[in-house]
């Protein structure tokens, strides 16, 4: 009745807005009809033109790739949808517009690999998905007074000085969030802190001096630390003169533990807190921000697939050099039984 009063259209669930699903489960393969129903319309639109492989490969970069950015940037897409998705790029990739089976004659893998590398630079699913979802990770951690993040740290609880959030529990409304937080490990593994004040960031457990937490690189000191989840500001003593290090342990050290402590003096000598709030930066980047691009290269780093660098540098110049090298390539194939299962080589 309000509906009507309204002038409102009644509709059901699940339904479509803003370009996301509502009222549907966003583990269900059924979300991503939209994006695959999308792909395919666009794909028969280019099928009816003559494409060259190198036009093939900027399409597909340009314009396939992004189509599922949307929701990509929100939730996480079964493996099953990824496969039929990039099932679709490999085949226009190959065939183009034909409808004879053409095959592959170069493992997607290797399609997707960096240009540096030898490959054509296109960004696999998968990946791109994580880096998407591991930027929720990073924002969380820097805008502090965004309303979202609020909510957020509300509903599930800080941890520690409120950079990163607890575990999302519960049975219902919690599995968007809990999906973000299984990128945590990667992301805050090339994230360091930048110390100011100095009580936001943990003396022992967070990484803001050397390579990694000082509990890590000094546990024995760790373990005997009155204080082990005291702020680096709490360590910090103004009253030594022009300020010092005060690390406080629970007994006299042994002379063969005198080292440890030795050396943990010595990265902390150039070291002290200011006026200035402290931060996170993304390590690795001079400009220590989270980038999209930088942090797919990060995960795509552990796939490199090493060539020869005599053989393969000078694809990322011409990307339908590949095609021919693939031609040499499927000299290995069995083109017999290719044949036999429909596939057409040309």
């Known amino acids: 009745m309000l509906a009507v009063e309204l002038g409102c259209k ?39 033109q003559y494409l060259s492989k190198g036009g093939r490969i900027t399409l597909i970069k340009s314009t396939l790739a992004s189509m599922p950015i949307y929701q990509l940037s929100l939730f996480r897409m079964p493996k099953l949808v990824v496969k039929r998705l990039e099932k679709l790029q490999r085949d226009f990739l190959w065939g183009g517009g034909s409808l004879e089976r053409k095959i592959h004659l170069i493992n997607w893998a290797v399609v997707c690999t960096h240009k540096e590398s ?18 929720w990770i990073w924002r969380f951690a820097i805008e502090e007074d965004s309303f979202w993040r609020k909510v957020v740290g509300v509903k599930y609880g800080r941890l520690g000085f409120g ?3 607890k575990e999302a529990r519960g049975t219902f409304g919690v599995g968007v969030w809990r999906d973000i937080l299984k990128e945590s490990s990667w992301c805050w593994d090339n994230i360091e802190f930048k110390v100011g004040k100095g009580t936001k960031v943990s003396f022992w ?4 001096c050397g390579n990694e937490e000082l509990a890590q690189t000094f546990p024995q000191l760790f373990e005997l630390a009155v204080q ?11 009253s030594l003169g022009q300020g010092g290090w005060n690390i406080r342990l629970s007994r006299n050290l042994n002379d063969w533990e005198l ?88």
Do not use: C
């Open 205 to 208: 457990t967070d990484h803001w």
């Open 118 to 135: 030898g490959g054509l630079g296109i960004r696999k699913i998968d990946l791109l998905n994580k880096a998407l979802l591991g930027k």
């Open 259 to 346: 080292d440890a402590l030795g050396e943990l003096l010595q990265l902390l000598r150039d070291l002290r807190t200011s006026l200035e709030e402290d931060a996170v930066i993304w390590k690795g980047e001079s400009h220590g921000l989270f980038r999209i691009k930088d942090a797919y290269k990060l995960l795509a780093g552990s796939n490199v697939i090493s060539f020869p660098k005599r053989a393969f540098g000078w694809i990322r110049f011409q990307p339908k050099l590949l095609f021919l090298l693939g031609r040499r390539l499927g000299e290995s194939f069995n083109f017999g039984q290719a044949s036999k299962k429909g596939m057409a080589v040309s």
């Open 228 to 238: 082990r989840n005291a702020s680096v500001n709490e360590m910090w003593d103004s």
């Open 10 to 48: 009644v509709g059901t669930l699940p339904s479509v807005y803003l370009g996301l699903p509502l009222g549907a489960k966003h583990k269900a393969t059924a979300m991503w009809d939209g994006v695959e129903a999308r792909m395919r319309r666009r794909l028969a639109l280019w099928k009816r």
């Open 163 to 165: 950079w990163r959030t």
